[in-house]
């Protein structure tokens, strides 16, 4: 019985691994505004990066939670969807941290707007501090785009 075990076990290495040789490295297209690399090489991130029919877009930070810091985040959100040719209908999971959750509560209404009644998975989590010391809000999203 080892000595099968060992035998699938080893199938099973030797298919996973020739799997990873032949497909190779994934296809990426990557927009960071007007940087030419189109990636932020200090930090080491792109604003968005689309594989196959998914489009990952960095977190958008605000310095405060208010009305005109959470309108701002969604429209530069809005902005990247834009480059690809979405909208928030596209955007299917939202992942909002805030050192101040009660604040983004209040503001949700400005949020809401921007995906006009079809909202997506969300995880909304309160932190102590985000990348930027002085930074409130930051929102990343994932987004799909539609089958040709």
Do not use: C
């Amino acid at each position: 019985m080892q000595k099968f075990t060992t035998i699938i076990i080893t199938l099973l290495f030797t298919s996973v691994l020739h799997a990873q040789q032949t497909q190779g490295p994934i296809q990426k297209e990557k927009w960071h505004g007007n940087d030419p690399n189109k990636q932020d090489t200090s930090a080491g991130y792109a604003q968005a990066v689309k594989a196959g029919n998914v489009l990952y877009i960095s977190g958008t930070v605000a310095l405060s939670v208010n009305e005109e810091g959470v309108k701002r985040v969604y429209k530069t959100l809005e902005q990247t969807l834009k480059q690809y040719g979405l909208n928030f209908s596209h955007v299917v999971k939202e992942n909002l941290y805030t050192t101040d959750i009660e604040a983004m509560k209040q503001y949700n209404f400005v949020r809401k707007q921007f995906y006009k009644g079809d909202f997506p998975a969300a995880t909304w989590v309160q932190i102590t501090r985000l990348y930027m010391h002085e930074a409130r809000l930051e929102v990343e999203l994932i987004a799909h785009f539609p089958e040709k």
